[in-house]
């Protein structure tokens, strides 16, 4: 599938240029020519003889940009002075920062922060450890950590490099749920370390996202947190994924007026994401998965070393269906794809049933082309966001996190990842709900909030069914407005 021109790679080109009627017309049609889409130009100078012009230009990938610089200086009398990219000036210094939420403005407001009048509340919390979650940043702050081996689809390129992305990630959890996050990428991949670290740094944080964690050792790693650590830990691309998809499958058998008892769903990739999907379906009452992994269908046949393969072939493909993935798809109502770019076709989509709902989430390059996909199944949808139905994480934990802090959750569980993907659904309205819209924008202000008050509700009544006290909410030391 052919790269478009997108914001990823918008630069803007200053050039010098003889000034003229036709410079700027010819400059433009010198960067349209290579098909970038210009989206600005800006004389900044002009005298009579000489002007320099900025474009502003969308372009496919970095040869496209020297392809557009190249095609510039070729121009009679043109010079590129300059290239810069509009997504490395955004990073540039990082994308967070600390602001303190309280005003320093004199003495007595020191004392108060800090010495001496800390004190009281340090000795508060030592008297009553989880008075941590009111008086301090644990409250509302979440751990973003990695190990840089997984990064989008970039793999194991270390901790330093994956930064941007956690940056992005604690930006958004800002953003949409109005939580505190904090990127902790870590130097090491040996597992026990990451545990032993992430325990050690537990204390300030009220939640753990693991993030970017390649597999297998991201089971264990979050297995083993949820374990021995109080505060809810979530591996995002694994649930986070899960989560999207089954929000918008809910909405999309609606679409096709199907159940998902019923369906036969076909998973390509069983790795982190594949493995969660499958889990969080059966969970919500599917009955049908085949799924295949880069060696073919998984089966009850075959034996794994790999204890999450070992659980998907005991849970699922009841049949013992052993064929190709193409084959399995023969008479399918749903593919779902977490696996690697255009390994199908349209016409394997057209050997689906009638209604067929496929999901190609690879990023960037799905696992059949859209557009294919579109010729022959009701619904279709993707990991980007260029064209409808976009999978996207940022719909889930904003909002799940906001709901686990708010209820001073200690732990997180398949019920509250179902309860998220119900909800999430929910906000698309049958009003709302096409073949073209089965899964709100991520723009969506209401999602957050709609996510957030499912997972209070749910936390809340798990605690009351174990019969466990709801969290300690009375007077501290000579109250706090709180009580």
Avoid at 174 to 195: H, M, R
Wanted: proline share 5%.
């Amino acid at each position: 599938m052919a790269a478009i021109p997108g914001p990823s790679y918008s630069i803007t080109l200053r050039i010098g240029a003889p000034t003229g009627p036709r410079t700027t017309t010819d400059v433009v049609s010198a960067v349209g020519a290579t098909g970038a889409a210009v989206t600005a130009v800006d004389v900044v100078e002009s005298t009579d003889t000489q002007m320099v012009v900025d474009i502003s230009a969308n372009a496919r990938d970095e040869a496209h940009v020297l392809e557009i610089r190249d095609r510039l200086d070729a121009l009679d009398g043109v010079v590129v002075r300059h290239v810069s990219d509009a997504t490395f000036l955004l990073h540039l210094g990082g994308k967070l920062e600390v602001r303190p939420k309280v005003n320093l403005r004199h003495r007595d407001d020191l004392s108060r922060a800090y010495t001496p009048g800390v004190a009281r509340v340090c000795l508060a919390i030592a008297e009553r450890p989880e008075n941590a979650r009111r008086l301090t940043v644990k409250r509302n702050t979440v751990a973003v950590v990695t190990d840089g081996t997984a990064v989008l689809g970039l793999g194991d390129i270390g901790p330093e490099a994956s930064l941007p992305v956690m940056e992005g990630k604690a930006a958004l959890f800002k953003q949409f749920g109005g939580v505190d996050a904090w990127p902790v990428p870590l130097d090491t991949t040996d597992t026990e370390e990451i545990i032993r670290i992430v325990k050690a740094i537990a204390p300030a944080y009220g939640g753990v996202n693991l993030e970017d964690i390649s597999a297998p050792r991201c089971f264990e790693i979050e297995r083993r947190l949820r374990e021995e650590l109080e505060i809810p830990v979530f591996h995002d691309d694994q649930h986070g994924t899960a989560i999207v998809v089954l929000a918008a499958l809910i909405n999309a058998l609606k679409v096709v007026g199907k159940s998902l008892e019923e369906v036969k769903i076909v998973v390509s990739g069983v790795g982190a994401a594949g493995s969660a999907i499958i889990r969080l379906l059966k969970g919500q009452g599917a009955q049908n998965i085949v799924a295949f992994g880069s060696r073919g269908a998984i089966s009850a046949e075959n034996g794994y070393d790999d204890s999450d393969r070992q659980w998907i072939a005991d849970n699922t493909n009841a049949a013992g269906f052993t064929g190709t993935l193409q084959e399995g798809l023969a008479g399918a109502d749903v593919f779902i794809g977490v696996s690697a770019g255009n390994i199908l076709t349209g016409a394997d989509i057209a050997a689906m049933a009638e209604g067929a709902i496929v999901f190609a989430l690879a990023n960037p390059t799905p696992e059949v082309d859209p557009l294919d996909a579109a010729q022959h199944a009701a619904v279709v949808a993707t990991g980007r966001s260029d064209y409808p139905n976009q999978i996207n994480n940022v719909l889930a934990f904003p909002g799940l996190f906001r709901g686990l802090l708010d209820a001073r959750a200690r732990s997180i569980n398949d019920d509250v990842l179902r309860a998220t993907a119900v909800a999430i659904a929910r906000t698309v309205s049958d009003q709302e709900r096409n073949a073209s819209f089965i899964i709100p924008s991520v723009f969506d202000p209401t999602v957050a909030k709609e996510v957030a008050a499912a997972v209070v509700e749910v936390v809340h009544a798990e605690r009351a069914t174990a019969g466990e006290p709801e969290p300690f909410t009375g007077a501290l030391p000579l109250g706090t407005g709180e009580e």
